[in-house]
């Protein structure tokens, strides 16, 4: 493991934001190695030395994993100019490398995974990992037993290549229709450009499920919580670790 500055690391362990950190320093309330650390640039090596802040022992953790429930109108990404971006919700002292698995379009609500194990995003989103995801949909126009089966057979959209077939479920076919669709691919505006190749129009979208972790349904729209162990584990197991 890789040297790192008391501030950064106590920060990672969530002690406190970055300028809590600096308070915690300078009254004396960290020790490294049983010695008071007040200087925020000091180095130690996570795992390997032992630090305390406020006589509690702290455990650095590598990596994190979050699941947030993306509100519509925020952009998937770490910084933009223009939208507030879904890292906005997620408050401070969290690791400086943390990342959206993959993207939801700025209008798109639901299940967005967060992490910076790079490793584990790398094969969720790699094409040939096949990663279920499930989304929820209002559509304009009526969906049919017809798009089921085309849904199924695979639609050119305008790529390569067709489609992977996907498992279309009508909860309710009107003037207005709501499903589900599960998909296993990643392309860009995917579910709004099958239903378009359909003749419909994708009115609200949602993500509930992504690799087998379901949108914890508590969530509301921007709030966040950690993934518990056995999701990881799931979540590792579809994404064929
Ligand atoms: N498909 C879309 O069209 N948009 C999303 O945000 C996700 C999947």
């Known amino acids: 493991m890789k040297q790192m500055r008391v501030d950064k690391f106590l920060t990672e362990c969530g ?5 809590e950190v600096k308070q915690l320093l300078r009254k004396g309330l960290v020790t490294v190695n049983g010695e008071i650390v007040k200087a925020p640039e000091m180095k130690l090596v996570p795992g390997v030395d032992t630090v305390t802040c406020e006589g ?25 100019n223009l939208h507030p971006t879904v890292m906005e919700y997620l408050g401070t002292g969290h690791k ?3 990342a959206p698995v993959g993207r939801l ?14 490793e584990l995003a790398h094969r969720m989103l790699a094409p040939k990992s096949h ?15 017809e798009d089921v089966r085309a849904f199924a057979e695979g639609l050119e959209i305008g790529e390569k290549r067709p489609t992977l077939p996907a498992k279309l479920e009508i909860l309710i076919s009107g003037e207005t229709s709501e499903i589900l669709l599960t998909v296993c691919e990643g392309k860009f505006h995917q ?12 009115l609200y979208l949602k ?14 729209p921007g709030q966040w919580r950690r993934l518990t162990e056995s999701e990881l584990a799931l979540l590792r197991q579809n994404a064929g670790m």
């Open 105 to 118: 379009d700025l209008d798109t609500e639901g299940l967005l995974i967060l992490t910076n194990d790079g």
């Open 15 to 19: 002690a406190g934001s970055r300028s």
């Open 96 to 98: 400086a490398d943390l």
């Open 191 to 202: 579910v709004k450009r099958m239903f378009e190749v359909r003749g419909k129009r994708v």
């Open 207 to 220: 993500r509930t499920v992504m690799g087998g972790i379901a949108l914890d349904a508590s969530l509301e």
């Open 56 to 80: 509690r022992m702290l455990c650095y953790e590598p990596f994190e994993y979050l699941m947030l429930n993306k509100p519509s109108g925020c952009v998937t990404a770490v910084r933009d």
């Open 131 to 145: 990663v279920d995801k499930v989304y929820y949909a209002r559509v304009s126009g009526c969906v049919t037993e």
